[in-house]
């Protein structure tokens, strides 16, 4: 491991099944990172139970991830993979941050007041101190970078206040966290109502794509996605069914926007929608084979979360002796 690589941290939670918005906001750009940094790449389980789950679907849920990891072209042996609950660390850290964290900025989380609409009259406490886990997850690392989606930077930025305000009442304990937002295809929306993001949780399976839906249901999807009655492939506001295509195709491929506009120019969105269609087919086929193989032989896997948790114990243990001797707790 090279000392001056900077440090990037991401996770992202077993609670659902992922979608094609998962992959290409999240996992597709950490693929490209792992040469020029040093990766910690968690399937964060403890952030899972801030609402309900079942257990066997969420020991399936977290295998099954952390194969997708792996599947999808991060090397384990470049990066650290592993699961958050296999290092104390991080809900210890939780704790202490708790401790400087305010009612009122947690309060005001737009991921926290959401879900506790959903949740109705019990509103679980850990929806509530949920980013501060999150801030713990990426301090404990002292990371430079955290790769998420335009719906994380909240909590990020309170990363960075929690950084900072112990920074300030100690002494310079944690780097303070940058984000690391990819320019396109930040932000993939439902295919049935462009106006809110592709998510796993959306009662109409429709909305989204699954990365490990079969073929048909992929073609199946994108031909019954929402468009317009314009009839022209147009990147534009007044298209946003026709754009998010468009911005799907455009992180597949690498193709740019003019360069689809200009493919599609005079064509329906027929023969457009099968070519999203057989994009994400392609993509995604050879990444669902390899999370099969993973699954049937979890040795391999086992070998992976084991050297990953040992790596991460080691880092994560550092900067939580350094909080609590800070704090004034006595070492043992
Ligand atoms: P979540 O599924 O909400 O736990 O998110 C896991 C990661 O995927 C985070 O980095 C999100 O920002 C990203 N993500 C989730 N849904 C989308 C989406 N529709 N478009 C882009 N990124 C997404
Ligand atoms: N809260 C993030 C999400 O829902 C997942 C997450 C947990 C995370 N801890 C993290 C992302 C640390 C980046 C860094 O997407």
């Not at 939670?13 to 950490?30: F, I, R």
């Not at 100690?170 to 993939?188: H, L, R």
């Not at 592709?198 to 699954?210: A, E």
Request: glycine share 6%.
């Amino acid at each position: 491991m090279e000392e001056n690589k900077k440090v990037i941290f991401s996770g992202i939670q077993p609670s659902g099944d992922l979608t094609l918005g998962n992959y290409l906001g999240a996992l597709k750009n950490w693929v490209k990172l792992q040469e020029q940094y040093e990766c910690y790449f968690c399937v964060v389980d403890l952030h899972a139970i801030t609402v309900k789950q079942e257990p066997k679907d969420l020991r399936k849920r977290t295998l099954e991830l952390l194969a997708i990891y792996i599947a999808t072209g991060i090397d384990p042996e470049k990066n650290t993979l592993f699961i958050q609950s296999h290092v104390p660390a991080h809900s210890e850290c939780a704790w202490l941050l708790t401790c400087s964290s305010y009612m009122g900025e947690l309060g005001r989380m737009t991921q926290y007041k959401d879900k506790s609409k959903k949740a109705g009259d019990n509103i679980g406490a850990g929806l509530f101190t949920y980013p501060v886990l999150m801030a713990a997850d990426i301090l404990l690392y002292q990371t430079d970078l955290v790769p998420v989606g335009k719906d994380q930077t909240q909590h990020l930025e309170l990363a960075r206040d929690l950084a900072d305000r112990f920074n300030k009442v100690y002494s310079p304990t944690f780097k303070v966290p940058d984000g690391y937002i990819p320019e396109a295809g930040a932000k993939i929306m439902s295919l049935q109502d462009p106006a809110r993001k592709m998510s796993k949780s959306d009662d109409n399976p429709n909305s989204y794509i699954l990365m490990m839906d079969d073929p048909d249901t992929i073609r199946r999807k994108v031909n019954r996605a929402v468009t317009d009655s314009l009839g022209v492939v147009k990147y534009c506001d007044e298209q946003p069914g026709v754009k998010n295509l468009m911005t799907i195709l455009g992180c597949i491929t690498g193709m740019t926007k003019e360069e689809i506009e200009a493919k599609y120019e005079g064509k329906g969105y027929s023969e457009f929608k099968s070519d999203v269609a057989e994009a994400i087919v392609k993509e995604l086929e050879p990444i669902q084979n390899r999370v099969n193989d993973l699954l049937v032989n979890k040795k391999e896997l086992e070998e992976i979360y084991t050297r990953g948790a040992e790596k991460a114990e080691y880092v994560s243990r550092k900067t939580l002796r350094k909080m609590q001797k800070k704090i004034g707790f006595i070492p043992r």
